[in-house]
């Protein structure tokens, strides 16, 4: 009977590459690990990130690429700038309906626009390729980049919430913040208006 036939769900459907004017986005494989856990295993990473252990380990890196392309409950991308892994961004599928976005770079590669630029990708890949109205991210209250990031893209605050952090081995306030499809939408048509001199 049809409906006993798996389909794949939509996200694993939809794996796919996105480029950027710096940056390509694809798929983590085991070839990455080594790059993954050399840029994932600092401290400043694990402490801004809820389950990123620290120290990060090999073995870490390949469990999680293990676990993405056994299509677990995250979407996620391997962040190349010039062919060189630079970081991670994905979407984490907290329930069917609801995608959570976050992110990390290599601390090399701070400061230089490239998590703005990521974050915008993965944005736009969520509201053109599903049919959700909203997505969520969070930063901890002590971390303005990446405060800075969500409100660049048109994030709106929406509360406070203790989250726990694996590297803290406690909780810690997290600003919560939410991207609705009618915010971005109006980001992305808001076109340069003419200036005439009257
Ligand atoms: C958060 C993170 C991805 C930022 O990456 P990045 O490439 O340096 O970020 P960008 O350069 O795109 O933008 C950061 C913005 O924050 C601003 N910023 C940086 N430090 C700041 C500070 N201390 N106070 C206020 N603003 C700050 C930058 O000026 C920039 O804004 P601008 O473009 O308007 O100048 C990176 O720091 C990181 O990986 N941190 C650890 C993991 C993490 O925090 N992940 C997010 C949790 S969801």
Not at 11 to 27: D, F, I, M, Q, S
Not at 63 to 88: K, W
Request: charged share 25%.
């Amino acid at each position: 009977m049809l409906q006993d036939i798996p389909t794949p769900t939509l996200r694993e459907a939809r794996a796919c590459v996105l480029e950027t004017e710096r940056l390509t986005l694809r798929k983590p494989t085991l070839a990455d690990v080594k790059a993954i856990a050399r840029l994932a295993n600092d401290r400043r990473i694990a402490e801004n990130t809820r389950r990123l252990p620290h120290p990060y380990t090999q073995d870490d890196a390949i469990d999680f690429v293990r676990a993405v392309a056994d299509g677990g409950r995250e979407t996620v991308f391997l962040i190349e700038n010039n062919h060189t892994p630079i970081g991670m961004v994905g979407l984490d599928w907290r329930e069917e309906n609801a995608a959570e976005l976050g992110y990390w770079l290599g601390v090399d590669h701070w400061g230089q626009g490239f998590g703005t630029e990521a974050a915008r990708a993965v944005i736009d890949y969520f509201f053109e390729e599903f049919d959700l109205d909203q997505l969520i991210s969070g930063a901890r209250v002590v971390n303005p980049s990446s405060r800075n990031i969500l409100e660049k893209c048109g994030f709106q605050w929406s509360g406070v919430e203790l989250h726990r952090f694996e590297a803290l081995g406690s909780s810690s306030p997290v600003d919560c913040f939410r991207l609705s499809r009618s915010v971005w939408a109006s980001l992305k048509s808001w076109n340069n208006s003419i200036r005439r001199k009257g």
